[in-house]
């Protein structure tokens, strides 16, 4: 039987089936190619379209390596989820970057390095405001009161409109035109990715730090399909056993 945890091990320990780590795999590059087709706009041949291409394909050779064998890689695919993450930001950071100097014609060096600084400083606010949480047991008290979802969405929201709003005042006072919309767009999928680094990073250096209660916890990791079930059944008749001579040793009362 699985072993008792507290409820940040709980929090944690949350890993993605292995039957749908496949299927994600192939969602979520989907989704970074949206950002990095941008990129191919003209001039085709830029560093934009290189460095969007050099992160796509990286993130495919990792997934395609995790999909060979995917009920040995639910570890493996929190870290993936983490740097995935890192990846759609700086992907999107690009496109925003090519629709503001190849497309929209921006020369000021200030709007790119501003945008930049703008991405830097919510991974900052994320990473501190993710630890608070887990230091004051927000999540696991949002858990049980069941608006650990809606708090989710609402802190993705605002800074979604807080992104935005940076977009359209660099629209006011520059040159970026009906570009602004597009950027928007592509800002609410950064703040997604810097959401999700945040979140499965800190999640894969917790489960490597507490390997053995997870394994404890989830007596089947690793193994590949066809020995799971049975595995888990083993584990639970011998937790029967164990239990069986406790209750044969209760005297009956006549």
């Not at 192939?26 to 560093?47: D, E, K, N, R, Y």
Request: hydrophobic share 55%.
């Amino acid at each position: 039987m699985s072993a008792k945890i507290s409820e940040e091990e709980q929090f944690h320990f949350r890993l993605i089936p292995a039957e749908q780590i496949r299927g994600g795999i192939v969602c979520f590059l989907f989704i970074m190619l949206i950002p990095a087709l941008v990129t191919l706009a003209a001039p085709i041949m830029s560093v934009y379209m290189y460095v969007a291409a050099a992160v796509w394909v990286v993130m495919l050779l990792w997934g395609i390596g995790l999909s060979a064998n995917p009920y040995r890689s639910e570890v493996g695919f929190v870290l993936y989820l983490g740097i995935y993450g890192l990846a759609l930001a700086v992907t999107c950071q690009i496109a925003i970057l090519k629709m503001m100097y190849d497309m929209a014609g921006v020369e000021s060096i200030l709007y790119g390095l501003s945008s930049v600084a703008v991405m830097l400083l919510l991974l900052l606010v994320f990473y501190v405001l993710h630890f608070r949480a887990l230091q004051q047991g927000t999540y696991q008290a949002m858990e049980r009161s069941g608006s650990v979802g809606k708090a989710g969405k609402a802190a993705l929201l605002f800074a979604a409109i807080g992104y935005t709003a940076y977009y359209v005042v660099v629209a006011i006072t520059g040159d970026l035109g009906g570009f602004v919309m597009g950027m928007a767009a592509f800002s609410v999928l950064l703040i997604l990715g810097l959401y999700m680094a945040v979140v499965f990073i800190h999640r894969y250096m917790f489960i490597q730090n507490n390997m053995d209660k997870l394994k404890a916890h989830y007596p089947v990791l690793g193994l590949p399909k066809e020995q799971r079930n049975a595995a888990f059944l083993n584990k639970l008749n011998q937790g029967r056993t164990s239990a069986a001579p406790h209750r044969k040793s209760k005297k009956r009362r006549g």
